[in-house]
RNA sequence: GGAGCGGUGGCAGAGUCUGGUCGAUUGCACCGGUCUUGAAAACCGGAGGCCCGCAAGGGCCCGGGGGUUCGAAUCCCUCCCGCUCCGCCA
């Protein structure tokens, strides 16, 4: 959420920086217009109030020194007062909701780095790491979901079976993968980060203070008796877990991770780059997560996305670095740097980690903030993928695989294994 | 799920029956000072958050929301949360 002051102090800033994202930017004088009209209320309503602070206190002391005359009078004039107020209030009030609403559907204002351009093609490739085409022979050609019926590690149909399409199964070697990975995610880095491990099922104030309420309703999974959200990512329980919190400054940075299933409806991406696990409705995910200082947030957020190359490193996969336009941030972020790994089964590709700074945005709708020399500020918040796991999976496998079609397990990640150096095909069941 | 009790400042804990002088007593923790070679102790002093305003000042906040009243931490309704006991259960 935007700071309202600014609507007033620097509404064409705001203006410039909505308009980068390429929207249209008349929401911002609507919300000025009702910021106005809000304030325009309080001061009114504030008033009354006060004038009737002290008549009240007038009528207590009369009748207590027994002018009764006088009692009647100042309460009967305090009366109409009251009944003023009461509507300046709800004039106060209704301008106010209002104003919220429209707040908590404007996005961030990007931050002035961020890449100009409006859709993904805008993003900007800071680095590739790892990569060469022709390194890949014909046996690494082979798409994950091929590689995993063929080795019976992957078992899509029966996840369908069990909730429909999107939410994969895993069986045997390819389900203690997914669990390795998470488990050296959390390893690497267990030494500057605090592990939570946070509920999976959120309230709607939860939801709502790190963006993904009111206005990404649709992506959001909800259990309706008990009208709870399903969490889409870890951000969501960790953001949520500090608000209405006054921070301490000396303990900033707070570096926090999580592993956690995430759940994501999809809502607007059926049947796009949908196949095996391109994009799934579950999965799970470690999430390296800060809240810190406007001051130290550059700095956080150069660790947070040295940590999440640091796993693809480790698992020695080829990955880019992009810096996302303004256009293709989401809507919390003002400055995000996205990884995509390489798959070169499916040639493609894919977002594994978005690495995003979202400034006060998140910290003002949870309302976390920290203590300064004179008063408190909002916090910033930071967030990541240390590693999500079905995409990562996915590139493993075909990355590794081997022209006899057994898979090779990293040297890193064989530990968590139980050893296990290579997945071969399975005995006959 | 049933019954009972409770939610007050960073923490602990009064005040609620009997509405006004209660944004609120007290203790601990915290910050500054005195004393001390230094520290502790003792003593003195300071200190909650939010909104409007250049300021002076005004308003709001005793779990959330609503109501009664001239006036609500205090009375009423409702929701949320916590604790204890019972039931059920991984």
Not at 106 to 132: L, M, Q, S, Y
Not at 319 to 329: E, I, K, Q
Request: charge should be negative; hydrophobic fraction near 40%.
């Amino acid at each position: 959420m935007l700071d309202p002051r600014r609507l007033r102090t620097e509404l064409d800033v705001l203006k410039k920086g909505l308009a980068r994202r390429g929207v249209d930017t008349s929401v911002l004088d609507r919300a000025a217009a009702v910021d106005e009209r809000q304030r325009h209320a309080v001061a009114k309503r504030d008033e009354l109030r006060s004038q009737i602070n002290v008549l009240s206190k007038e009528v207590g002391e009369a009748f207590r020194s027994g002018d009764k005359a006088t009692g009647e009078r100042k309460r009967d004039e305090s009366k109409t007062l009251g009944e003023q107020e009461k509507q300046a209030e709800a004039e106060a009030k209704e301008a106010g909701d209002e104003l919220r609403e429209i707040l908590l559907r404007i996005p961030n204002i990007p931050a002035d780095d961020a890449p100009e351009g409006i859709t993904a093609e805008d993003n900007v490739v800071v680095r590739t790491v790892g990569f060469d085409e022709r390194r890949y022979d014909a046996h690494q050609r082979v798409p994950h979901w091929d590689i995993g019926a063929e080795l019976g590690i992957l078992d899509l149909e029966r996840g369908a079976k069990l909730s429909g399409s999107g939410f994969p199964m895993f069986r045997g070697a390819g389900a203690a993968m997914l669990r390795a990975l998470c488990q050296l995610a959390l390893d690497r880095n267990a030494d500057a980060f605090e592990e939570i491990r946070p509920p999976t099922l959120v309230r709607t104030e939860t939801m709502v203070s790190t963006g993904h309420l009111p206005k990404f309703e649709i992506e959001a999974y909800h259990v309706e008796r008990d009208d709870l959200w399903s969490i889409p990512t870890a951000e969501v329980p960790l953001t949520g877990q500090a608000r209405d919190e006054i921070l301490d400054a000396d303990a900033l940075p707070i570096r926090l991770m999580a592993y956690s299933p995430c759940f994501r409806r999809e809502a607007g991406a059926a049947g796009r780059d949908t196949r095996g696990l391109l994009r799934v409705h579950e999965f799970d995910k470690v999430e390296i997560y800060a809240f810190c200082t406007p001051e130290q947030a550059g700095d956080v957020h150069a660790e947070l996305l040295a940590r999440a190359e640091g796993s693809l490193q480790a698992l020695g996969l080829p990955y880019r670095v992009l810096d996302l336009a303004a256009g293709d941030l989401g809507d919390a972020s003002r400055r995000t740097f996205d990884l995509e790994v390489y798959a070169p089964g499916a040639d493609m590709w894919l977002e594994v980690s978005s690495i995003s700074w979202c400034g006060d945005y998140q910290a003002r709708r949870a309302n976390v903030r920290y203590r300064t020399a004179d008063g408190t500020a909002m916090v910033h918040t930071l967030n990541g993928s240390a590693l999500a796991t079905p995409r990562v999976w996915a590139a493993l496998v075909e990355t590794y695989r081997q022209p006899d079609g057994s898979v090779r397990i990293p040297d890193a990640l064989a530990p968590y294994m139980r050893g296990v150096e290579v997945i071969g095909p399975p005995p006959p069941r």
